[in-house]
């Protein structure tokens, strides 16, 4: 064979191997560019634990959290997963939705009724907890300070209980007749115990009573309770807010326009569905800030180091739909202090 000859088959030859070496290649990134698609980036996890509304309405608290994460980037199914549990009205049931949410492994847990709260805290050490509180965190044991809660519980405080003297001012001033007032009340409840008593020191510079009206928690009769109000001369509801409550809060709202009791409540939730009003801190400025914990903590901040909000403003809200069905007029001094009215 000829040197020209050999050289032509040489180049040929090397010329095959590469081409072989390139469609290899080209073979092999087909193959995994695909594999490679079927693994996106692992979506963080939030286990949300609701005290009010189901898993067919959700209400109105979740909806403002989803809204303030969504106002971050944050879009459900897309570049988050949000697990929401309900209580439905049943405290007992913490305990066990904690404990399948920690066993999810969420990345995070956003707890509201005192009892969701303190279930998570005794279910993990670890897993980031952003709470929306009613009450004094401090005072329930759930945090070190305000300032530098420790541990990793951190959130919000909606400083319900320290409202109780001003709401019933409020309400005095709003309504001046009541002279007997009806408060619902879940039975053996130590934190509904302590509201209670806490409302009941309020009233002595009213000249109010008080009449306990209790809620067994299970299977609770609201009927026999507005029988008890009007045997006892009740002549205006308070209703203690708690997962109990506010998941019937739309029967609350019914009797008492049947019974023609004004009403006052801790959230605005109730009024929204037919109570006369309420002086509580913003329901929808609360859940939105809670998304702005969880955001914080995804991008690596610690519980610990993030100082527990309190609120910058209280909402008074008046339902005068409500207020005309009962025969209540609401005094123009008052009606010029309202945040929120509905007509």
């Known amino acids: 064979m000829g040197e020209d000859v050999k050289k032509k088959v040489a180049v040929f030859t090397l010329c095959a191997m590469l081409y072989a070496l390139n469609f290899l290649g080209a073979l092999l990134f087909a193959l995994c560019g695909p594999a490679q698609a079927q693994q996106p980036a692992k979506l963080p996890r939030i286990g949300y634990l609701s005290g009010t509304g189901d898993s067919n309405n959700s209400g109105p608290q979740i909806e403002a959290f989803r809204k303030g994460l969504r106002d971050l980037g944050y879009i459900e199914g897309k570049n988050i997963v949000v697990e929401y549990r309900y209580l439905e009205g049943k405290q007992d049931r913490s305990r066990s939705l904690v404990t399948g949410l920690v066993r999810a492994n969420v990345d995070v847990l956003v707890a509201v009724p005192s009892p969701a709260i303190r279930a998570a805290k005794q279910a993990t050490k670890t897993i980031p907890i952003v709470m929306v509180t009613n009450a004094d965190p401090v005072a329930d044991g759930l945090i070190d300070s305000l300032a530098q809660p420790g541990g990793n519980i951190t959130g919000l405080t909606r400083l319900t209980r320290d409202l109780n ?9 709003t309504v001046p007749t009541i002279s007997r007032v009806g408060v619902l009340v879940e039975a053996h409840s130590t934190s509904g115990g302590i509201h209670l008593a806490e409302y009941e020191f309020a009233t002595r510079a009213l000249k109010i009573r008080l009449q306990s009206l209790e809620l067994q928690r299970e299977a609770p009769d609201f009927v026999k309770a507005f029988q008890a109000a009007a045997k006892g001369g009740v002549n205006a509801l308070i209703t203690i807010s708690n997962a109990l409550t506010i998941f019937h809060r739309h029967q609350i709202a019914e009797l008492a326009i049947k019974n023609r009791l004004p009403s006052m409540y801790e959230a605005s939730d109730y009024i929204e569905v037919g109570g006369l009003m309420s002086y509580s801190a913003n329901d929808a400025e609360s859940f939105r800030r809670a998304a702005t914990y969880v955001d914080k903590i ?3 901040a ?3 180091d993030l100082p527990v909000e309190q609120p910058k403003k209280f909402e008074l809200a008046i339902n005068l ?3 005309k069905q009962i ?15 509905i007509k």
Request: proline share 9%; net charge positive; hydrophobic share 40%.
């Open 302 to 304: 610690k519980p610990a």
């Open 165 to 173: 003297g001003k709401r019933l001012e409020v309400f005095k001033e």
């Open 321 to 323: 739909k409500t207020a």
């Open 327 to 341: 025969g209540v007029t609401i005094p123009p001094n008052v009606l010029a202090r309202a945040d929120r009215v």
């Open 298 to 300: 995804l991008k690596g």
